[in-house]
């Protein structure tokens, strides 16, 4: 009688010739925002390092979500597996600028990946970050 | 709790000779000493929500006319397994209400529930930095509502009570159940700011504040049905540490101690320097024209609060201050409160009266009376008055009041009433009396820690008789830990 391990073994010599072959697995990453209120924009951007993240590079994907037409969903189709973390604000009054009060607090929503909250800044890369393999999917409460 | 080491203590009295020897009791006495303070159990923690109970009446009688609510809001989770607060004003935001119908009392008491609140009773651990208490790398604060502990004082706006806190929104919370609605913006553009403790109402029914950001101070003036009417940004002079600030008919007036920010850092305290050597500036903004100001130089001294200002007919401005000579309360005493034993260092704040001359002159005399709390009447605010409420009796080393008093300050005396030590005293708001218009034809109402019955108790006093006692007083089944500032809606 063969073992498990032995019915598992090709497979799992099958998946590390894949990695090899080619720089990784495609991922399907879908963000939804549906908290956002239906007016404005919702600007989005996907960073695929902690440096980019940081302000130290681009980022992997940018999109704009035309909110007040009701789009607040966004797929990204066949980003390379890894990790990943968002940025996202919603322009309430489309004027391009993330609005701050008097005293330069946000005063237009915004949220990170994982809804994660920072300490007095944005949320670091290690608590927004997330992996993406296959269908991965994140509901962000912009706030 | 104490009880089981005290009876250790009395039994290894009574049995010394034959069983303990010096040492263990000596050693049984320094736990007794660190186990807390007599007056401990005004920072207790509160668990959970207190729902509504009768109190009993245990003195006196309710007066006569005697409706409504006084709403209190104070600190009342400082504790928790993975790490606490460490200074009183950090605590989580309870909201008290003392309900007064038909001669009977009732309280009820609900956390204000908060971003701070939330993640910390997750993480089972305070993480938040505050005004004293340094947090951990565990906090969550994206804005600064996420630290807020909406823990200060009361205002009420309309089926609203709002929980006021220093550096944020107020939390708007249902008066009826003290259910939490969320954080108020009033303008969109101006989510976020600051909205300090301790709006003042005018004459007129407009009601004024002020938020802080190190050298420059929104004003804030609302409508009497608590709507935006206006808010501009001031440039201040210096960037000093203000909680209160006070008002004239016609008036604004912000008092800029020598504590001052220099640079940013977390805990408050921690970023504030006391510079005596620059005096104490006050500044004083027209009403009608913020750009119209005038500055003026005390003496350093230190304050939290004020009382309500009134101008005079020649321009003179005056009002009243509890003052101390330098903010280790504020620094350290604070932090002794939460510790629940220790000595508070400095002295205790005393009145002093502000007058501010119009040849640009201006003094400032002691009392010499020690007072904190100060509340006027409601009627006269931003006018002429002569009385000002307070707390009384706190002496050196212990922290907390333990009387109330009245001062007049045409006879610069104060008429008080002295509970005892065993008595932890808040503070009491002014009620005029249904249809009164003299200052003193009025109550006050406030509670106190009863420490020796371990129980809240609600006192009403009448103005013109402070010496007397209360007047009528009700006891709660439950003990909460003392709060700062409340208000009274008839």
Redesign the interface.
Known sequence: MKTLSSVFAPVAALAVAAVVASPAFAADLTLSFPTAAAQGKIMVAVFDSAAAYGGQGQPAKVVLLDAAAGETQVTFDGLPDGDYAVRAFHD?NGDGKM?T???G???EP?AFSNN?????GP?SWDRAKFAAAGATAQTIDLK | MTPSRRSFLMGAAALSAAVATPEMVRAAAALDAAAGADWALATRDVEGDTPRQAMRLIHGRAPRGLEGALYRNGPAKFRRPGGSATHWFDGDGMMRAFRIRDGQATLEARFADTPKRRTETELDAVVTPGFGTRGDARARIGSNDDANAANTAVMAAGDKVWALWEAGSPLAMEASDLSTKGFVTLRDDLKGMPFQAHPRYAPDGTIWNVGTAGGQAVIWRLNPDRSLNDAQVVPLPRASYMHDFTATDRHLILVLQPWVFEGHAMPVVSALHWRPEMGTQVLVLDKADLSQRRLYDLPAFFHFHLGDAWAERDGTIRFDVAASSDPRFAVDGAKVLVDGRGVVPGDPARLALVTLHPDGRAEMVSSEVVGEFPKADPRRAGLKRRLTAHTWGETRGRPLPTGLAVHDWDKDRSNAFEFGVHQVVEEAVFVPKPGAVAEDQAWLVGPSVNLKDGRTELHVFDVARISDGPVATWQAEVALPAGFHGAWIG
């Open positions: 309430l609005n009060n008097p005293f607090m946000p005063t915004y994660a909250v920072g300490n007095m949320a």
